[in-house]
């Protein structure tokens, strides 16, 4: 769920939690609605990196693990549709102004390719590569049921595409037999 930013206006001042006024930084092409759209948009993809990252180091199997990657999207886009949208499909132009230190998604991913490679689970290949390929047939449906008349593919009510969508998924990126 998107929460309220942090940024208010008041007359050209912010007001930021824990009290105290300062101005809003000054950056020449920023207006305030693009500072809280980039608050916002920075807020929720450190969030779905945390959960990713908790698929990451847990203990489970690697092929599990990027079972546990689709579902996270799949739950993630149902329970906060327009947040997941807005960050994860909407990605690209603000991806170079969050802060140092911020925690791709993608790059999450990758380390569970890069595990389940290991494993034997994943084909070969670059992991990056391997990494969007699935992230893509993950999101596709997504993108559909976005774009898609009302009703003619309900992903949001409607979990029993979700064993589809996963095999699907995974399919893109498993070690096929020799």
Do not use: W
Request: proline share 6%.
């Amino acid at each position: 769920m998107l929460r309220r930013p942090r940024i208010r206006c008041d007359q050209g001042q912010a007001h930021c939690r824990g009290g105290g006024r300062r101005r809003v930084r000054s950056v020449p092409s920023l207006s305030l609605k693009e500072a809280i759209a980039q608050e916002l948009y920075a807020e929720f993809l450190g969030r779905y990196a945390e959960r990713l990252q908790s698929i990451a180091r847990s203990a489970e199997e690697p092929e599990s693990k990027v079972r546990a990657v689709i579902r996270l999207i799949l739950d993630t886009y149902r329970a906060e549709p327009d947040a997941f949208v807005f960050v994860v499909i909407n990605t690209n132009r603000r991806l170079p102004s969050l802060p140092a230190g911020t925690v791709y998604p993608l790059d999450v991913i990758e380390s569970i390719i890069v595990e389940a490679r290991a494993a034997g689970v994943v084909r070969d290949g670059q992991s990056n590569l391997l990494a969007a390929i699935l992230l893509g047939r993950a999101l596709q449906p997504v993108v559909l049921a976005t774009l898609s008349r009302p009703g003619a593919f309900d992903l949001l009510g409607n979990s029993s595409y979700d064993a589809i969508i996963t095999e699907a998924a995974i399919a893109a990126i498993r070690r096929t037999p020799c």
